[in-house]
């Protein structure tokens, strides 16, 4: 299917969700109590501790959308923990966005992971130091997914662009709805300087804090779009691409920001960097 085939389709149909309420959107999946629902939906929380950590996920699947989140990270020693916000469909071949949120001992930055899926496949890693400290206050960390791009960005800079290489042979999660996760978990054999730094389990709980929800995004249900119909200048993300302000913004946290590319990784890739290298 052509993108413009495809965005004839979607604009057909409609697109708009949009909410900031925990208590309507979103359901609290695991964790024994650990994450929590709060101040009439709007605030939520996440809690780690030695026997568990907790999780939630959106009501909804989405094709395509703006999806934007506060997030405020566990302060203190976080060494070991992980907290992840990410967008995954179902199945065996599934597609995913992903932020993962990587702890670290106090006074040392987060490192900020982000990954692309699709059918499965992931092996697409690029890692981040942030510009300010992500436990002290909220955070907006936001996920653009439409059929020409993916962007990630933080407090509205641009930090990754993922393009549609489709026409190079690269693959682009574009046909599988996926749902919002988000998760506070233990992983200290490997989050923390290769897992050299273990959870200090004298600091639990830890705890993650996240409000202001908001999707604005296809909904999926029953195998196609189940929104309403409403004017395409409500829906800009659809075909939201970098303008120039923002393309020199994403250089500059490139620039200075960036400690892990695949695509300069030559040692994993010794029969040649990925095709979508070349672009991006």
């Known amino acids: 299917m052509t993108t413009s085939l495809l965005l004839s389709l979607l604009f057909s149909f409609v697109i708009l969700a949009s909410a900031a309420n925990f208590n309507q959107d979103i359901e609290v999946t695991w964790g024994d109590g650990r994450g929590k629902i709060l101040e009439n939906g709007n605030l939520l929380t996440l809690t780690l501790d030695k026997f568990s950590g907790s999780g939630f996920q959106s009501k909804n699947q989405y094709l395509f959308g703006k999806i934007d989140m506060n997030i405020k990270l566990v302060p203190g020693n976080s060494a070991g923990t992980v907290t992840t916000y990410y967008l995954r469909s179902e199945g065996s071949t599934w597609d995913e966005i992903d932020f993962e949120f990587l702890g670290n001992l106090s006074g040392d930055p987060y490192i900020v992971h982000t990954n692309v899926y699709t059918q499965g496949k992931g092996d697409k890693e690029q890692q981040f130091y942030l510009w300010f400290d992500p436990t002290k206050d909220f955070h907006t960390y936001s996920l653009l997914w439409n059929p020409q791009r993916i962007i990630f960005s933080v407090d509205g800079t641009p930090i990754r662009e993922f393009k549609n290489l489709e026409s190079m042979g690269v693959a682009f999660p574009?046909?599988?709805?996926?749902?919002?996760?988000?998760?506070l978990w233990n992983a200290d054999n490997w989050a923390t300087r290769g897992g050299v730094v273990k959870t200090d389990w004298?600091?639990?709980?830890?705890?993650a804090a996240y409000r202001n929800y908001k999707a604005d995004a296809c909904v999926w249900s029953s195998g196609k779009?189940?929104?309403?119909?409403?004017?395409?200048?409500?829906?800009?993300?659809?075909?939201?691409?970098?303008?120039?302000?923002?393309?020199?913004?994403?250089?500059?946290?490139?620039?200075?920001?960036?400690?892990?590319?695949?695509?300069?990784?030559?040692?994993?890739?010794?029969?040649g960097l990925p095709k979508e290298c070349s672009v991006h």
């Open 174 to 183: 574009k046909s599988q709805p996926m749902r919002v996760y988000s998760s």
């Open 225 to 271: 779009s189940s929104c309403s119909s409403t004017s395409p200048s409500q829906n800009s993300w659809l075909s939201q691409e970098l303008d120039i302000t923002s393309q020199q913004r994403l250089k500059w946290v490139q620039k200075n920001y960036m400690i892990y590319n695949y695509c300069t990784d030559t040692k994993r890739f010794p029969q």
């Open 202 to 207: 004298s600091k639990a709980p830890f705890t």
